[in-house]
DNA sequence: TGAGCACGTGAATCGCGCC
DNA sequence: AGGCGCGATTCACGTGCTC
């Protein structure tokens, strides 16, 4: 019985949190609050904007807000915004992984106001994301552009997390080769999409695209990851994360989203692994050291490297360094002095004889990577 | 000597503040406590970004990126930048007139503060604007998103500013008559437009294209309205704004800024009258009372109207109102009454008959219009 | 003269793991 | 936990030179 085996029984794969895959309901503080410290991997929030609709805001000294037609002044009204989401962000941040980032979404009516709170709190923007919408609503009186995007921002928690997920090379090879832009295009949600209530009525006022939290999820989070949204309204986020196999946690208030919202994802499917398989980057490639080929008996010492136009030659010693003349050192930094620069790849960059032509030596890493694979099959 | 003449003798067309299409040098804040109140239409502001550059970065081929290190973007903390702006925003306020609106560009480092001191001063959204660069900078590390898009914030002095310009029609005409959306395409300043010192560096770090300005410019102000613009750097405002036939007054710190921009924009010829008409809004045309028509000829009382459908037919009256049975009133509210609206344009909701089909009223307006004009030329 | 290639460059908050 | 060293990473477009 290895070690491996007897720390999976101590700690049992099946062994999840109990509020992992569930939809907390009440305020969205108080529910934060009783989730563990650096719990959760990825936050997608899509805060309320309408305070007066809204209804459960305070004032910054705890007063309710307790009349739809209640006549506050401008600073006050946008204090109270500004007190509500240093409130949310900074429970958020808690339950928040230190490699954990966090998306939230808005219009111009609020996204300023949520940006300028999270950069108070210490959060680190990576990008603003822009939803183009396809299909936005027309501006009917004519006094302004149409109101053809929202805005979302996505943040790391500290300035130092350096470690967040980012699957770089899935989403360029979703946008034809091309690095992803910070500006998306998709439609709004309509259609069987849409939820509806009973009388046909469409159940939530800002339902957002599958399609949106597609993207967001597969482009910042690893299969099994924790995703939090703490408004979970009609539950895309959990639909879109039991779909892409991660686990979600929602909060949400109103008795008549969380029953909808769970009829929703108890109907979804989850795709299988081999659907959830992202292309992965050279990073993933596990490290070959230049010295392990010559180990293995794919480099002999001696061997004359040069790079691919011939100007500069050195010559393989036994101890996994090259030398020109008295110079010596990694392929690396020999590839970067000769060429006076910082830095090299020299992988690609020295290249050896084969047959009358030059090859580079990321050939030879190639066939040492695919002998590890063999020898651990 | 009629009154008019009398009145332009003591105040001729010629005179203008001798501030009108110069570039004021010094302090930002310093220059526009010098400027009357409620005296410009626009400003147009690319502020300091505020960006936070830790190292040099390189792209993969080991060149080095020119970063914007400059001694102005330069910020001790978000609350110094927050107070910086909090001061140039309110100096801007003063000099807008009340019905004046304001422009303002910045990324995400600053964009977000931006917006919340805007607001908090009172300035009220119209619209975010979404500059998506059509050839930005990539992202070197795989680490992000391509950051391929900055934001505009549009808004006007006050909440209750209800006569700011915004010439729709023009817009909409641009962009194939949709509506303009707040999604706009244009590639970064590259090329012979991109000003260079005698060097051939890049004479400024941040200039931005001339198309960008001339939307703006062509959306939100008339022909002689003044534009201001208080960081205007390489004087891509003043270039645009002569050429499009406003006023500009720029402000500016530095000495190598000032002398380039005055070239540049002493090289510039405005358009002419007749490249300038630009589509009127139709809001903008001279407002036609129905009663008008009945005086003019060009519509008789008896005539019978109907929707473009035939569903309903009114019956046009002497005093310029028209009638379903004993349901009188104008051709607008009648219109919305028997459509169960709150509104309805009678212009464009009434018919009426001519060589056999049916007709829209406003052909009548666009008639009477016409007249008008030759009667006053 | 034209097609084609090489090269330069733009508001950028741009690693990661091992020891 | 800080220091060190491997080695991964780019798109659109204008200019100017070559063939």
């Known amino acids: 019985m290895s070690a491996v085996r007897r720390i999976s029984e101590l700690v049992p794969q099946s062994a999840k949190a109990e509020w992992l895959d569930t939809i907390i309901k009440g305020d969205c503080v108080a529910a934060l609050n009783r989730l563990p410290d650096q719990s959760v991997d990825v936050i997608f929030a899509d805060p309320p904007y309408n305070l007066q609709l809204e209804g459960t805001l305070h004032r910054p000294d705890q007063s309710r807000v307790d009349a739809v037609d209640d006549e506050w002044d401008q600073f006050e009204s946008f204090a109270a915004y500004d007190a509500f989401t240093r409130a949310w962000m900074l429970a958020a941040r808690r339950v928040l992984k230190p490699n954990g980032t966090i998306w939230v979404i808005g219009s111009y009516h609020n996204i300023f106001r ?6 108070d709190l210490g959060y680190w923007f990576l990008n603003d994301i822009v939803w183009r919408k396809s299909n936005p609503m027309p501006n009917f009186r004519g006094r302004r552009f149409q109101n053809a995007h929202e805005t979302m921002i ?15 090379e899935a989403m360029k090879a979703a946008n034809d080769d091309l690095q992803m832009r910070s500006d998306w295009l998709f439609p709004i949600c309509t259609g069987k999409e849409r939820l509806k209530t009973d009388e046909g009525d469409k159940l939530h006022p800002t339902q957002k695209p599958e399609a949106l939290l597609a993207r967001i999820i597969m482009s910042s989070t690893k299969p099994g990851d924790v995703v939090l949204d703490p408004f ?3 539950g895309t986020t959990g639909a879109v994360a039991k779909r892409l196999g991660r686990h979600f946690v929602g909060i949400e208030r109103e008795d008549s989203y969380i029953e ?3 009829q929703r994802i108890a109907d979804i499917e989850p795709l299988d692994n081999l659907d959830l398989a992202q292309v992965q980057g050279k990073r993933a490639e596990p490290r070959v050291a230049f010295g392990s080929l010559i180990d293995a008996g794919l480099m002999k010492p001696g061997t004359l490297l040069c790079d691919a136009k011939r100007r500069w030659t050195a010559n393989v010693r036994a101890d996994g360094t090259i030398a ?3 110079d010596a050192g990694s392929i690396h930094r020999v590839g970067a002095r000769v060429q006076g620069l910082e830095a090299c790849n020299g992988w690609t960059f020295w290249h050896f004889e084969e047959a009358g032509s ?13 002998n590890m694979q063999v020898a651990a099959a």
Do not use: H
């Open 324 to 326: 020109i003349g008295d």
């Open 260 to 262: 909808a919202a769970s």
């Open 154 to 168: 996505w943040a790391s928690r500290d300035k130092s997390s350096k470690g967040y997920t980012f699957n770089y």
């Open 358 to 370: 030059l090859k580079p030596i990321d050939e030879l890493r190639r066939i040492a990577r695919l």
């Open 232 to 234: 979970f309204g009609s």
């Open 114 to 119: 949520v940006g300028s709170v999270m950069q």
